[in-house]
Every structure is written in C-alpha cells, then in structure tokens.
C-alpha cells in the first residue's frame, strides 16, 4: 500500500470502523498512532486527539517495561499475530480488562481490543462464591459430623446412666459400692451437659 493509500483506505473504510464496539488502532513502525477509531475514546477514556500522532510509549509511560509491549514488539519484529487478555489501569487507579489481537499490517500494527471487564469481574465473582460455598458445604460436613457423634456420645452415656441408676438400685445402701456407681452416675450426667 502507497503512503497515500493508506488515508484514503482509511477514509473509505474510517467510517465502518467507527462504528464498531471493538476498539480499532494502527500504530506505525516507530510506535506512533496512525488511526483510533471511535470505540478506543471509551477504552482509553481519553479523547483520540491526544493519542493521534503521539508514540505508543509516550502516550501510556512505563509500557516499554509490560508483558503486553513485549508482545506487540515481537508482532511488529517478526511479523506474527499474537492475542491476549490485558489488565489496564485507568488514570484513576480503576481497573479494566481488554481482550486484544496483533495483527501486522504493512503500516505497522493492528491491533483490535474488546472490553471484557464485566465478564472478567463476573468470573472473579463465582470464583469467590464457589470458594464460599465449598468452605460453607466443608462447615456444614464437619456440623453433621460432629453432630452424629455428639447423638452417638449421648447414646453411650444414656446406657451408663440407664446402667448406674440399675446398680444403684440393687446395692445396698451401706455398699461400699455406692460412692462408686454414684460417682459413675454423676461423671455420665456431667458428659451428658457437656454434649
């Protein structure tokens, strides 16, 4: 494509572009914007007059340093198609989730971004739950758990104390016997509270 080419592509096709959800930018081979069409304002959240013209690195300091530019610099070198999902931080520290494609194209770099913060924070979202219901079903486990042996426990005792009172019964009061049956009897009765 001649370098006039290019600006009347962009005029013929601009338009189209403009109207799509998906953001569309073309940067050149030294990293300058060359084209944003109307969807990247909303991406960037910043008006596509300040982007147009500027260098890539200049525009969004300390990108040089992300896995993102990394990426996009071996789309630009070697000519390849890559994608990936990358975590932005807007100016105001609010986070945002895009969906991007490299794509070499002869002016430099393609690159298409869709917005997929709501369904990466609804995600994030069921992950939590399912962490929380798993921990609340764990919870629930160790409950009926320790419940069927609170229900086994009282069993037991209820036969030592149905055993005791029967002793009790049938030993003579002046038996040595009886402190120990009533000592018997008075430890089931406290375990008894204790369940």
């Not at 789309?75 to 100016?91: A, G, I, T």
């Not at 194209?105 to 393609?110: H, I, N, W, Y």
């Not at 229900?151 to 030592?160: L, P």
Request: with cysteine; aromatic share 8%; glycine share 8%.
């Amino acid at each position: 494509m001649t370098e006039d080419a290019f600006p009347r592509a962009i005029q013929e096709y601009g338009s189209i572009l403009d109207l799509m959800l998906e953001g569309c930018q073309i940067l050149d081979r030294d990293w300058r914007y060359l084209y944003l069409n109307d969807a990247i304002e909303k991406h960037s959240r910043r008006p596509n007059s300040e982007l147009i013209g500027k260098r890539f690195g200049e525009a969004w300091p300390g990108v040089e340093q992300t896995e993102l530019f990394r990426r996009m610099r071996v789309c630009m070198e070697k000519r390849v198609h890559d994608s990936m999902v990358n975590e932005f931080s807007y100016p105001d520290g609010e986070p945002g989730w895009f969906d991007l494609r490299f794509i070499p194209v002869p002016e430099g770099l393609f690159i298409l971004s869709i917005e997929v913060s709501e369904q990466i924070l609804a995600e994030r979202e069921l992950r939590l739950r399912d962490r929380e219901l798993f921990e609340a079903r764990k919870l629930e486990a160790i409950g009926r758990l320790a419940g069927g042996i609170a229900h086994d426990f009282n069993n037991m005792i209820g036969v030592i104390l149905g055993h005791s009172e029967l002793a009790l019964m049938d030993c003579p009061e002046d038996s040595p016997m009886q402190a120990d049956l009533r000592a018997i009897q008075q430890a089931a009765e406290r375990s008894a509270g204790l369940v």
